[in-house]
């Protein structure tokens, strides 16, 4: 039977790290969660690849957004619309004209920024020599076709919103839905950022989690504080610690032109809080500004009571990228074991890469077959590791560095008595489990 290891101990440091940052980024890079792009032409700024271990963490973040939003819900659709998008669109939602940001140089050392998060001072140099700011449009522009001309002009959309509101009369046609009901959608944006920073929080293309949930007029308060209280309680809900977490209502001077209210929920990150998703009464704006553009009505008419109205919009709009990195920031972890430091990521299970991670106690040839057989049988129920390499101490620290929740130790007894280990990540405790009863035993470990 595999030697049980000592408890764990809780790390020293009861607040997070001060190099939390270069912590996470490093290990992201060491164990394939994020890789920067076209890392071997010496980078592309602002962009990052999701390796093996990110990719399945990202799906897995969109997955439970996902399941919250749509799947555990009746009144609420998805959609994916275009990301190529006619220039039409951001005329009437007005991003051609507003989507900008103030743009200053620095004439010292060359340097561009963003005027309204710098002040007076350049942050790479420190001189005050700046230009005045102007106006700088997000908006990725690009052709569509073979000839580059006005008529061919098409925009990389800066945000998936707008694909709901034009499709608002064909979703109502199609589902037969009314309001209250929701249209959801998970997909890349594209914003040209001028002052990409941190890591994946802000970056030119990334993935954004948003749903338009159209209201009567009337009711929109009431939804609004309700879509406050659901969004936060989901990322309490799979574990970032709520000291962590702070909805922060919007300055009457920070509203959008189109909202009567903004909240965002904020996480605590290294360089202090920050947007993780906006939650907005966008009243009946986009509805209206597309309808009035297009010529099409973009109304809800309620047979029962005779009334037609253009519903007001609840936005709750995430980052999914962002979004990841919070977890792996709250996850993140360093205590104890037998005198020895491990770190370790903390992660809700519904978020780890991995659930599982099968190991054979060594390379033996019986211990092999076995523990592919024992591999197939959870590979249904989880996303599975398989891992021979090096020892069975080593291979438990490799897997609570990111976050696997379980490993089954499959060891020369197991031959004899078809029974294997399941080592919990946390506590690190183990306990002996039949092989027939093994995927029930882990179905319910990962459902607590």
Not at 170 to 187: E, H, S, Y
Not at 273 to 283: F, P, Q, S, V
Not at 346 to 364: E, G, H, W
């Amino acid at each position: 039977m595999t030697a049980p290891e000592p408890a764990a101990t809780a790390g020293s440091a009861p607040d997070q790290p001060a190099d939390l940052m270069e912590r996470v980024v490093n290990l992201c890079k060491r164990r394939g969660f994020i890789f920067p792009s076209a890392e071997i032409y010496g980078g592309f700024r602002s962009t990052y690849d999701y390796g093996p271990l990110g990719v399945l963490m990202l799906r897995n973040v969109k997955d439970a957004w996902w399941r919250a939003m749509v799947q555990c819900r009746d009144d609420v659709v998805g959609l994916d619309a275009a990301i190529l998008s006619s220039p039409k669109i951001w005329e009437a939602s007005g991003h051609l004209a507003n989507f900008t940001d103030p743009l200053v140089d620095c004439r010292s050392c060359h340097e561009r920024w963003r005027a309204d998060k710098i002040g007076d001072t350049c942050p790479n140099c420190g001189s005050t020599d700046l230009t005045e700011p102007r106006a700088f449009n997000l908006m990725f522009k690009t052709y569509a076709g073979p000839v580059e001309s006005d008529a061919t002009v098409a925009y990389l959309r800066p945000e998936t919103a707008q694909g709901m509101f034009v499709n608002f009369a064909n979703v109502l046609q199609t589902t037969r839905k009314k309001p209250p009901f929701g249209i959801a959608q998970v997909g890349k944006s594209f914003r040209n950022e001028i002052t990409p920073q941190n890591f994946v929080f802000r970056t030119r293309e990334f993935e954004q989690m948003e749903m338009e949930y159209f209201v009567p007029p009337a009711d929109s308060g009431r939804w609004f504080e309700y879509w406050l209280e659901e969004r936060f309680n989901w990322y309490r809900g799979l574990g970032i610690p709520e000291d962590r977490l702070r909805l922060r209502h919007h300055d009457p001077d920070e509203l959008s032109h189109y909202s009567t209210g903004t909240a965002d929920v904020e996480f605590r990150f290294p360089w202090g809080w920050d947007e993780l998703e906006g939650i907005a009464n966008r009243t009946d704006f986009d509805l209206r500004a597309h309808a009035t553009s297009s010529g099409e009505r973009l109304e809800y008419f309620d047979q029962a009571t005779g009334e037609r109205y253009v519903p007001h919009v609840i936005e709750p709009a995430a980052g999914a990228t962002r979004t990841m990195m919070a977890f792996l920031l709250a996850a993140y972890d360093e205590d104890e074991i037998g005198g020895e430091r491990r770190t370790v990521l903390r992660l809700d299970p519904r978020l780890a890469p991995y659930q599982v991670a099968v190991l054979p106690l060594s390379k033996n040839d019986r211990l092999v077959p076995l523990s592919r057989r024992v591999l197939e049988q959870l590979q249904p129920i989880a996303m599975c590791d398989f891992d021979v390499t090096q020892s069975i101490g080593r291979r438990y620290r490799r897997q609570d560095e990111v976050g696997t929740p379980l490993c089954v130790t499959v060891d020369f007894d197991s031959l004899d008595d078809e029974a294997v280990t399941i080592r919990d990540r946390d506590t690190t405790e183990q306990q002996r489990v039949p092989i027939d009863s093994l995927v029930a035993d882990i179905a319910g470990r990962l459902r607590r």
